[in-house]
């Protein structure tokens, strides 16, 4: 199992481009998150989903959209990229969103380094 | 919503001492508290969780307290190494809010 996968690894955006990244899980996980993580800070949630084509907003959804069309994949899209996105962008997804569940763990992608400049 | 405060935010030790991390959270309904564990670059990844019915977990070196009336829960690592040098980072509540993180150097 290749666990959790994200594209692309790094990319260094301009002020007002779009773009999307992708993350994808083998793990058949109903629960799928976005986060985003500043330098010296912890995770914030961006957007999450409790299944396939559904949606939710998390902490900080503010710049940021998201689309859930298969259970496997879970697309993050910025509109309309701006400095203040620099950041590394990490999924993850889980079995269950209520603990205590037989499985909570959130298992994460390896990041996304993203620039804009 | 919950809020998840963390210390301290960086902490060094000598090879073989003990380490403790510490966290305070605010929603009374939380009952899942685990902690990831970051190397350089690499992703977050869960070294250990406990749960509200639990007063305290231990796997090896590893151990977690949680005190649900104080609502706040710690990390003790035993006999620290050199490879337990990271970003450590707590989490509660449902959608899981992290801490800050803790910085961990351990000095050989």
């Known amino acids: 199992n290749a666990g959790v996968t994200q594209t692309p690894k790094f990319r260094v955006l301009k002020t007002g481009q779009s773009m999307t990244l992708l993350c994808a899980q083998d793990m058949n996980h109903e629960y799928m998150y976005w986060y985003r993580q500043d330098p010296g800070m912890g995770l914030r949630l961006i957007h999450y989903?409790?299944?396939?084509?559904?949606?939710a907003k998390g902490e900080v959804p503010d710049g940021y959209n998201v689309s859930r069309l298969k259970k496997q994949n879970f697309l993050l899209g910025l509109e309309s990229a701006a400095p203040s996105q620099t950041s590394v962008y990490f999924c993850?997804?889980?079995?269950?969103?209520?603990?205590?569940?037989?499985?909570?763990?959130?298992?994460f992608g390896p990041g996304t380094r993203l620039t804009v400049t | 919503g919950e809020n998840v405060e963390q210390h301290p935010s960086t902490l060094s030790v000598q090879e073989g001492d003990s380490a403790v991390i510490k966290c305070t959270y605010s929603?009374?309904?939380?009952?899942?508290f685990p902690w990831y564990k970051q190397e350089l670059g690499k992703r977050p990844q869960l070294i250990i969780d406990?749960?509200?019915?639990?007063g305290e977990k231990k796997d090896q070196r590893i151990a977690v307290t949680l005190n649900k009336t104080a609502k706040h829960f710690s990390l003790h690592i035993t006999e620290t190494q050199p490879e337990d040098s990271a970003v450590y980072f707590c989490?509660?509540?449902?959608?899981?809010?992290f801490g800050g993180g803790t910085r961990v150097l351990v000095k050989p």
């Open positions: 989903s409790v299944g396939e084509g559904t949606t």
């Open positions: 929603d009374s309904a939380s009952n899942y």
């Open positions: 993850a997804s889980s079995y269950s969103i209520d603990p205590p569940g037989p499985a909570y763990e959130q298992y």
């Open positions: 989490a509660a509540g449902n959608k899981l809010t």
């Open positions: 406990i749960r509200s019915n639990v």
